[in-house]
Nanobody, 111 residues
Framework: VQLVESGGGLVQPGGSLRLSCAASGFTFSNYDMSWYRQAPGKERELVAAITTTGGSTNYADSVKGRFTISRDNAKNTVFLEMNSLKPEDTAVYYC?????WGQGTQVTVSS
């Protein structure tokens, strides 16, 4: 199983980023997927999750209305669209499938 995140970077407050997680080594369409984040000195927290077909999603209260999780089962990829970014969104963002994690991608929101 391999999960490879990309798309992180430095963005100004109010800006947008789109994270991607490319999955391999398993039948992607059979698994719910999720995004987590971990800020310095804080515990890792769930940001968003999506079911196998994308028919159901859920979000942390702190990102509702700003972030959107989606997936493309044909491309074995899950996405996290992040809009209206705030400095408190600064963290390493991880893709997860059950007990498998990606290496993370850094998102920094700063002027």
């Amino acid at each position: 199983v391999q999960l490879v995140e990309s798309g992180g970077g430095l963005v100004q407050p109010g800006g947008s980023l789109r994270l991607s997680c490319a999955a391999s080594g398993f039948t992607f369409s059979n698994y719910d997927m999720s995004w987590y984040r971990q800020a310095p000195g804080k515990e890792r927290e769930l940001v968003a999750a999506i079911t196998t077909t994308g028919g159901s999603t859920n979000y942390a209260d702190s990102v509702k209305g700003r972030f959107t999780i989606s997936r493309d089962n044909a491309k074995n990829t899950v996405f996290l669209e992040m809009n209206s970014l705030k400095p408190e969104d600064t963290a390493v963002y991880y893709c997860r499938r059950r007990n498998n994690w990606g290496q993370g991608t850094q998102v920094t929101v700063s002027s």
